[in-house]
């Protein structure tokens, strides 16, 4: 059974940074694209950064320069290094995978809280 785990998130006074990580586990087909959304509380559900397997990122307009996507294909994992962090990037956030196959998986949501 896949499962993807995150972990890195908390609290922290604006400015401040965190880093996310999420590990998947388990049996499951070559990932393509790796991914970070986030859902603050009364609002949808939105993308934060993507990765493709070539190493292509995107990113919400709204973290351009603060935040970093990376990934570790060898360990199935995906990072995410937030900087300069605002009391607006509060909200929890979950990881994405896709794999070859058309299947998509995600994590739990890890809880990001910051500070004015």
């Known amino acids: 059974q896949v499962q993807l785990v995150e972990s890195g998130g908390g609290l922290v006074q604006a400015g401040g940074s965190l880093r996310l990580s999420c590990a998947a586990s388990?049996?499951?087909?070559?990932?393509?694209?790796m991914g970070w959304y986030r859902q603050a509380p009364g609002k949808q559900r939105e993308l934060v950064a993507a990765i493709g397997d070539g190493g292509i990122t995107v990113y919400a307009d709204s973290v351009k320069g603060r935040f970093t996507i990376s990934r570790d294909n060898a360990k199935n994992t995906v990072y995410l290094q937030m900087n300069s962090l605002k009391p607006e990037d509060t909200a929890v956030y979950y990881c994405?995978?896709?794999?070859?196959?058309?299947?998509?998986?995600w994590g739990q949501g890890t809880q990001v809280t910051v500070s004015s």
């Open positions: 994405h995978m896709s794999t070859v196959l058309g299947y998509d998986y």
């Open positions: 388990g049996g499951m087909a070559r990932i393509n694209a």
